[in-house]
């Protein structure tokens, strides 16, 4: 919340993606489509995994909360850039974009590290199978999970706080379609030195700790496979893993484009489009990438539909 101590702007403008008229209705229907297509694919895939008892798995356990994640994750961020569509100015107040921040930040860090779960999960379902239940039991499943969104609330607080402690004197127009950490340090008129150190710091182990994670278990699960002596077994090994790995591809190389690189090198048009990736297009792809890609999804969406028809 503003205060006098700490800002003398209450209120900022969201420039949004364009500013060229003749683009904001067709962008606005584009982007409308795109949201609908994640809300459906998303609660989709989680009711479908609280439907049906057999995928009350480890695995499905993470990839619920992950369709959880992209569900509340498209709904901070989507709404807001639809009105700069449609409305002459996109207006939030300083509370609600420090709390669209807030939940931004959130929802990213959690979805990097249920990335780095999912990896450590299919790496002990592919290395030591027959242990694999009791390894990855409810109570580890459950600790993973508290991890998960204990980084979130530490990577959003780091970045809300530090985003908070900057006096906006006057220009009060943000350079993007939601309230995100760079374009919001552009607009403070006092040094942003530290913030800037925060932001690469706090982004380098919300990335660097996941990628790490995950390069060794998929590094692991590799040598793993190639021990596999049958072509089947290789192959459905192969399958179980390249979902995640393009959804891991998508988050992290957009993410780390947009973070990991000084405003200098990076201008904030290109960031927008970058941007879009891991906020839209991501959340978007999940449940369809896990649900084309998956056998077990197939069936139970299958099964699901066979009961509502015969019911």
């Known amino acids: 919340m503003a205060t006098k101590n700490s800002s003398s702007v209450t209120e900022f403008i969201l420039a949004g993606l364009t500013d060229q008229p003749g683009l904001r209705i067709p962008l606005f229907f584009l982007f409308l489509g795109f949201y609908m297509v994640t809300m459906m694919g998303n609660l989709g895939l989680i009711m479908l995994i609280g439907l049906n008892s057999h995928l009350h798995t480890p695995m499905y356990f993470f990839l619920f909360n992950l369709s959880l994640i992209d569900f509340c994750y498209s709904t901070t961020i989507t709404p807001k850039m639809l009105m700069s569509f449609i409305s002459k ?3 939030i107040l300083h509370s609600g974009c420090m709390t669209q921040l807030f939940f ?3 929802f990213v860090v959690s979805e990097s590290f249920i990335l780095s779960a999912m990896a450590y999960d299919r790496y002990v379902a592919i290395f030591n199978p027959l242990v694999y239940m009791v390894t990855m039991s409810p109570q580890v499943c459950f600790l993973l999970l508290l ?3 204990g980084m979130g609330f530490a990577g959003a607080m780091a970045h809300t706080g530090s985003i908070m402690s900057l006096t906006f004197c006057a220009g009060n127009l943000v350079n993007h379609f939601m ?5 919001l340090l552009e607009l403070s008129c006092n040094s942003t030195y530290v913030n800037e150190l925060v932001v690469f710091i706090v982004v380098a182990i919300d990335i660097g700790m996941p990628i790490v994670t995950i390069f060794i278990s998929y590094a692991l699960i590799l040598s793993s496979i190639l021990h596999i002596r049958s072509t089947d077994g290789r192959s459905k090994a192969f399958s179980t893993c390249s979902s995640h790995m393009i ?3 998508l988050f992290f190389g957009s993410g780390a484009f947009m973070y990991l690189k000084p405003p200098s090198i990076l201008p904030l048009d290109q960031g927008k ?3 879009l ?3 839209i297009v991501v959340p978007m792809l999940n449940p369809l990438i896990y649900s084309l890609r998956n ?3 197939k069936i139970a969406l299958r099964k699901t539909w066979d009961k509502k028809i015969f019911s």
């Not at 309230?179 to 374009?183: G, N, T």
Request: hydrophobic residues 40%; neutral net charge.
């Open 89 to 91: 100015k996109n207006i």
């Open 104 to 106: 931004f930040c959130f």
């Open 147 to 149: 991890g998960v969104y």
């Open 179 to 183: 309230c995100d950490i760079l374009p």
């Open 247 to 249: 959804v891991v591809c």
């Open 273 to 275: 489009v970058s941007s």
């Open 277 to 279: 990736f891991y906020t």
């Open 295 to 297: 056998k077990d999804v």
